[in-house]
């Protein structure tokens, strides 16, 4: 079983809907919370971050951590064609292993007009 | 400085072939880190230095693959006979210690093909 687990999809919406996407993970010492996006042939770029649980908004996307359910999401809301791209969530530990990043496998977000 | 460069974007080699891979990182970055990302998976964590001195390797990186950083400054990734299961995207990236593992900048990535 992989540490993160993400819903691969691929997920088309149209124009203006809320998006969900999703992580669930196994192990409890991760305690910084990332999601990145990756357009093809890129390399990911960071796009919201969180340490421990709670929520955390910027513009029109929305983090959540929930760490008692393992449990992370982000919301995007009114979705543009730009936004078509593929999402990463990621987690870090704390202590020695304090910057290497475990990555779920991605989803595949589709926002057509 | 635009941000972390990588060469070669693409690479083509026939399986047995050694193929080495360029890193150059953000300037004042102290950390630089190797990640390869396979077709329809989130990238993988190879290794990382911080400065000079290579601190964690993962044990996906085979005795095939080595990985250096001169000076603390660019790097190189090498996979020796290559297999053609080494047919992957290797992203480097790069950040301040004190900014991870918030503040990585990624690079564009080396897409390797072996035939």
Redesign the interface.
Known sequence: QKE?E?D?GPLSVPEGAIVSLNCTYSNSAFQ?F?WYRQYS??????LM?TYSSGNKEDGRFTAQVDKSSKYISLFIRDSQPSDSATY?C?M?QSG???????????TILTVHP | DTG?SQDPRHKITKRGQNVTFRCDPISEHN?L?W?RQTL??????LT?FQNEAQL?KSRLLSDRFSAERPKGSFSTLEIQRTEQGDSAMY?C?S?F?QQ???G?T????TRLTVV
């Open positions: 993160v993400q691969p910084y990332m042939r890129k390399g990911p770029e960071l971050y990463l990621a870090s020695t292993s304090y910057g290497k990043l475990t990555f779920g496998q991605g | 972390v950390r880190y990640y329809g998976q989130g990238p993988e964590f990382y964690e992203l990236a950040s210690v991870s593992p918030y990585y990624f690079g564009s990535g």
